[in-house]
């Protein structure tokens, strides 16, 4: 069994200022992360997966996430928040391998003030 | 190259009225997706395609709910009939391969469905 808990289901970020979403999860099994992004009106759109190796990953836009599996956590950040960033943003988890199945956390709908 | 497309982008019905959706996947793409995604919550696998075959149908309720991808390649969810807690957005997806290892999944823009 898989889940994903975030932390906070709406962050509010001025300009310019560090974005951090929480993201922690619970996997039976070594987990692949995900962070996907929904823009109003739109599908969701990957930003950045964790499968193996380096556990530090770059996705689009400027965002980054670690996997920290001592803290089963895979926290979302941006140094310096844009407008342009005011979305929804979901963790998700699989367990990999030949039944993989992706679980959503609920989402944290994120707003940058100007 | 074009994107997951589905249609309707909305649709208001009465309840115990028939609802069809529609997903064409990114070509190329041997997995689809449905899922069902609530107000304020994260999208829930309703079904997944390899081709023509339905590998992982659990979370689907099939007193009401079923879905068909014939020819491997475009799919219908259809609802009938409806209820009122069936208001959602119905999201469809395609990958390359059913591991994330062979790609991400490609998300449509969603079908909103409002029940009266």
């Known amino acids: 069994a898989q889940s994903v808990t975030q932390l906070g289901s709406h962050v509010s970020v001025s300009e310019g200022a560090l974005v951090l979403l929480r993201c922690n999860y619970s996997?039976?099994?070594?987990?692949?992360l995900f962070w996907y992004v929904q823009y109003p009106n739109q599908g969701l759109q990957l930003l950045l997966k964790?499968?193996?190796?380096?556990?530090l990953v770059k996705g689009i836009n400027g965002f980054e996430a670690e996997f920290k599996k001592s803290e089963t956590s895979f926290h979302l950040t941006k140094p310096s928040a844009h407008m342009s960033d005011a979305a929804e943003y979901f963790c998700a988890v699989s367990g990999g391998g030949s039944n993989y199945k992706l679980t959503f956390g609920k989402g944290t709908l994120l707003t940058v003030n100007p | 190259e074009a994107g997951v497309v589905q249609s309707p982008r909305y649709k208001i019905i009465e309840k115990k009225q028939p609802v069809a959706f529609w997903c064409n996947p990114i070509s190329g793409h041997n997995t689809l997706y449905w899922y069902l995604q609530n107000l304020g919550q994260g999208p829930e696998l309703l079904i997944r395609?390899?081709?023509?075959?339905?590998?992982?149908d659990s979370q689907l309720p099939k007193d009401r709910f079923s879905a068909e991808r014939l020819k491997g390649v475009d799919s219908t969810l259809k609802i009938q009939p409806a209820e009122l807690g069936d208001s959602a957005v119905y999201l469809c997806?395609?990958?390359?391969?059913?591991?994330?290892?062979?790609?991400?999944?490609?998300f449509g823009e969603g079908s909103r469905l409002t029940v009266l």
């Open positions: 996997s039976s099994v070594p987990p692949y």
């Open positions: 964790y499968t193996t190796g380096a556990t």
């Open positions: 997806a395609s990958s390359l391969g059913d591991t994330p290892n062979t790609g991400e999944l490609f």
């Open positions: 395609y390899e081709n023509e075959e339905a590998v992982d």
